[in-house]
């Protein structure tokens, strides 16, 4: 009969202690300078250090004339040199030239005088700026703003009367959609 070895089931196989890396001890780089000077002052339990800069200033690495290309001044912009495209279609166009009194005031009189024929489109066309401009400057007063508001929607529904129900149906769909933005 074969009697177990006993020392085979006894001895480990595996590690008690997990290997650490001993943590690391860095000189003080302040104290162990070469060239650092340090003085402590007894009464008070303070020490003062001074170190010399690592390089010496470079005629060429100043504030005056810096090395860097990030720390120079842009050059002066050559008037012919190809620039980027614009972004917007808009910007191509020139700012409008600034309106005189004299003008304002004809726009008003004309906007107030018959507000169908003189709409904003109309005026900004005859005057050279934009539908903005003349809502800005020549506003409606606003009992008259109420029905001329009023005019365009009964004209509008007339229009909505002529649709048929699939196109009015899709619209109404639409406007319930918006309701719940």
């Not at 177990?4 to 480990?12: Q, V």
């Not at 007894?42 to 090395?67: G, M, Q, V």
């Not at 614009?86 to 304002?104: C, E, F, G, Q, V």
């Amino acid at each position: 009969m074969l009697k177990p070895r006993l020392s085979l089931w006894i001895t480990r196989s595996y590690a008690t202690r997990i290997a650490e890396k001993p943590p690391a001890r860095f000189p003080d780089p302040l104290l162990n300078h070469s060239n650092a000077v340090v003085k402590t002052l007894k009464d008070e339990n303070l020490t003062f250090i001074h170190r010399p800069p690592p390089t010496a200033p470079s005629p060429y690495s100043t504030t005056l004339a810096p090395a860097s290309p990030l720390l120079k001044s842009p050059t002066p912009s050559n008037k012919h040199a190809p620039m980027p495209p614009l972004l917007r279609p808009s910007a191509y166009n020139a700012a409008p030239s600034r309106m005189s009194d004299k003008d304002i005031e004809q726009l008003r009189k004309l906007r107030l005088s018959n507000p169908e024929k003189y709409s904003r489109a109309k005026l900004a066309k005859l005057f050279k700026c934009t539908p903005n401009f003349v809502s800005k400057v020549a506003a409606l007063p606003r009992p008259q703003r109420k029905d001329f508001a009023r005019k365009m929607e009964a004209e509008h529904e007339t229009v909505r009367g002529q649709w048929g129900e699939k196109k009015a149906t899709f619209v109404a769909i639409k406007q319930k959609r918006r309701e719940f933005w």
